[in-house]
């Protein structure tokens, strides 16, 4: 299991890698630990979810782009 | 005497024909959960002011009774007031006292809500729900009725409760005195500072009694006033225009709210007031005279404690303040306080006003701390088994109040004691028992408003 990531310091425009294998860019962080606001760049599970905003859940995002 | 065999809350504890009411509805914590049901979960509560709230997202964790609510403005700019407790195993989705946020998540299993509480986030929706939960079933739970009135924002949990300016009836001039203009303009009112709070060792009903209008209790001011506590440094307030008014109790009966005031004759001119500081005094010296100039009622009246049903202190002046009594048991207490200034004082204005509010009311506040004693030591003094089996009396000015009231033109509503030359009743506090313990007896709204019934008949 990888190192949790404290979504607390993700800034708006961050890429983060799911745990589906899903890319996702922030939009907006409400820093409450728990959520992020993102949009989807790619998931091979769900092609038809790129393009769209979502809340992210904090276990979910499994590492950040650099 | 009588043993008591009874548990709870039955009709003669609130004997106003006697004019004697039970210490078991102080004391009794069978009558404190009856009450928290029969009361509290239906009627017109104080949840904060929209100063506090200005921007979406702001919110304001207040209470409504024993239940932690959130005052909020959401991303539409609409106020709502909350549960403060998750859909999911009712963790605290807010746990700060104020600020803004987009979203208000719990902290146990991550269930998160929007502004308009809405549920937006449920970890594991698709994998561990099958995107098969409804989330438009889970919102958080909202309160029944809001109203907003110049400022002051009111939640009731009770759809078939009367609108709130209804359940104010003819109060309303009075609660208008604190939130009007010190010059007469309507709604000018804006928070200072923070809300102070604070726990005190007696039930919510004490406190509630002394700010319906306790006059009698004036002794135990006594140090304050010989101290020159007041914007004067004089007594604790400024009197002398009360030197030529009609002192009043005013009740309204089918309402449960009650207050003292102060009548003006006509033509009378602003008195000196808040001489500890020239530029303060010719503040208000202004203020006076532009308010004289408009008209209505008010221009003619001096607002002074009072209380709305069932737990909102009113003091519109000297200081201007809103105090809730919050219950939390039988025997406690919270106390929330919120001091009021006029959105558009000069900074000397309200800076001067900070320091004599906190000197005057608080946990702090030379005045606020003889109230207390009193209270906490009645309260104590009234648990014991035998203490409990004695009343206590409100008979004072019993059948001297007058209906249609009026002083030199002025017609002041509800059941008045001109307390000018008697300087006490004990009117208001009958006036607060009676909607007690008509709450505590009626099983629905309907048998509550009584006013609509009579007004039916008349129509007849």
Redesign the interface.
């Known amino acids: 299991m990888s190192d949790a990531v404290n979504i607390r310091t993700l800034a708006p425009g961050t890429r983060v890698i799911l745990a589906n294998g899903a890319e996702a860019e922030i939009v907006s962080n409400p820093n409450d630990g728990v959520w992020l606001f993102g949009r989807y760049l790619s998931s091979v599970d769900d092609p038809g979810v790129v393009g769209v905003e979502e809340m992210i859940f904090a276990q979910d995002v499994v590492e950040v782009r650099p | 005497m009588p043993m008591n065999g009874t548990r709870g809350y039955h009709p003669g504890l609130v004997d106003l024909a006697s004019g004697q009411i039970s210490r078991e509805i102080f004391v009794n914590e069978d009558i404190y959960a009856q009450e928290q049901e029969r009361v509290f979960a239906r009627s017109w509560l104080f949840v904060g002011h929209e100063s506090q709230i200005p921007n979406p997202g702001d919110f304001f964790a207040s209470r409504m009774g024993e239940e932690s609510v959130i005052l909020c403005r959401d991303r539409a700019g609409k106020v709502h007031v909350f549960l403060n407790s998750c859909r999911h195993r009712g963790m605290k989705v807010c746990r700060y006292d104020d600020g803004n946020?987009?979203?208000f998540?719990c902290?146990y299993h991550?269930w998160?809500f929007g502004t308009d509480g809405a549920l937006?986030?449920v970890?594991?929706f698709r994998e561990a729900y099958h995107s098969e939960l409804d989330k438009s079933k889970w919102s958080l739970v909202e309160v029944a009725q809001l109203c907003c009135y110049k400022g002051t924002v009111w939640a009731n949990w009770d759809a078939s409760a009367p609108p709130f300016l209804e359940h104010l009836g003819e109060f309303r001039r009075f609660l208008d005195l604190i939130l009007d203009g010190w010059d007469g303009r309507e709604g000018q009112a804006e928070l200072l500072g923070g809300v102070q709070k604070w726990i005190i060792p007696c039930n919510w009903k004490f406190p509630a009694e002394n700010f319906s209008g306790d006059t009698y209790h004036n002794i135990s001011h006594r140090s304050v006033d010989l101290v020159g506590a007041g914007p004067s440094g004089r007594s604790r307030r400024d009197y002398s225009e009360l030197n030529v008014a009609r002192k009043l109790h005013v009740a309204i009966p089918d309402r449960g709210h009650q207050t003292i005031t102060y009548v003006l004759p006509k033509d009378h001119q602003p008195q000196p007031a808040y001489q500890n500081s020239p530029e303060v005094a010719e503040y208000f010296r202004h203020c006076e005279e532009e308010r004289r100039k408009r008209p209505g009622a008010n221009s003619r009246m001096i607002g002074a404690p009072g209380e709305i049903f069932p737990n909102v202190a009113l003091l519109p002046r000297q200081p201007r303040t809103l105090a809730v009594w919050h219950p939390i048991n039988a025997h406690q207490t919270e106390v929330w306080r919120f001091f009021f200034v006029d959105r558009d004082a000069p900074r000397v204005v309200k800076n001067f006003l900070r320091d004599y509010y906190i000197r005057y009311s608080g946990p702090a506040g030379m005045t606020e701390q003889d109230d207390m004693e009193n209270w906490n030591y009645a309260h104590s003094a009234s648990r014991g088994v035998i203490a409990r089996r004695y009343p206590y009396t409100y008979e004072m000015g019993m059948g001297h109040a007058v209906e249609n009231y009026e002083f030199e033109g002025l017609r002041v509503p509800g059941r008045v004691v001109d307390l000018t030359k008697a300087q006490a009743s004990e009117e208001p506090m009958r006036n607060l028992y009676r909607r007690w313990a008509q709450f505590m007896e009626a099983d629905s709204w309907d048998d509550l408003m009584t006013w609509r019934h009579e007004a039916a008949r008349a129509a007849e």
């Open positions: 946020t987009t979203v998540t902290p991550g998160s937006v986030g970890p594991f």
